[in-house]
């Protein structure tokens, strides 16, 4: 399994490049800008990009995705329930960085909790993390054992609640039911910032150690 990760954007979005060897496929996680970059990693690992997923639609993890779209011909996927922030992506974008990124990109389907990306032999498991946004995913990697949390917790730290469609209560309920049960090794791979465990997170994480409950202790 082929894995990099392009910081981009004027706010340091990770984007997630998970490629099958076998197939030379791949899955773009959360698209958020310098579309150049994002190609250059793909052409060096020889990989077709089959599908883009943002775990969230802030304009800071999806810029790159119409680019990458029109160019590559790629699908792009989000959460049925952050169509209004993929709406919203043009005016809140250049209110934070000041410039037009043009219309966001085309919906060609939705991503649902339950369910499952599959691409050549990656499956992602789609886990509902809303409160950052109505709609925030996260998707689980259970050969590579982690988790990629966009913006629901970071090392040390847990997504922002005061924008629109952002929820604390609901936040912290999605972190303890849908990442704290996860085993205590798998990483947890942020859409901001350097990378974590469930482990780490749990035990010294200020805004859960608290509310962490002994059953999501494995």
Do not use: K
């Not at 099958?20 to 020889?46: F, K, M, N, W, Y």
């Not at 029109?70 to 922030?85: I, Q």
């Not at 689980?140 to 924008?163: M, N, W, Y």
Request: proline letters at 7%; glycine letters at 10%; hydrophobic letters at 40%.
């Amino acid at each position: 399994m082929i894995l990099e990760t392009v910081i981009v954007g004027a706010l340091g979005t990770n984007c997630y490049i998970l490629g099958c060897e076998r197939t030379r496929q791949a899955i773009v996680i959360d698209p958020g800008d310098d579309p150049s970059d994002i190609l250059g990693a793909l052409r060096r690992h020889r990989l077709a990009v089959e599908r883009l997923v943002v775990t969230h639609a802030h304009f800071d993890h999806l810029l790159a995705a119409r680019t990458l779209q029109e160019t590559l011909g790629a699908p792009f996927y989000l959460s049925a329930a952050d169509r209004a922030e993929l709406r919203a992506m043009r005016p809140t974008a250049m209110m934070w960085i000041g410039r037009d990124p043009g219309e966001p990109p085309e919906v060609n389907g939705d991503v649902a909790p339950g369910s499952a990306v599959l691409v050549g032999d990656l499956s992602l498991e789609v886990r509902g993390t809303p409160g950052h946004s109505p709609g925030g995913v996260t998707y689980v990697d259970h050969e590579g054992r982690r988790a990629f949390t966009g913006d629901t917790v970071f090392s040390g730290s847990i997504g922002r609640t005061d924008l629109p469609g952002g929820n604390l209560e609901v936040l912290l309920e999605a972190i303890r039911r849908e990442i704290l049960s996860l085993p205590d090794d798998y990483a947890l791979l942020p859409g901001h910032g350097p990378s974590s465990t469930v482990l780490q997170e749990r035990t010294s994480n200020p805004f859960l150690v608290a509310s962490s409950p002994s059953s999501y202790r494995r």
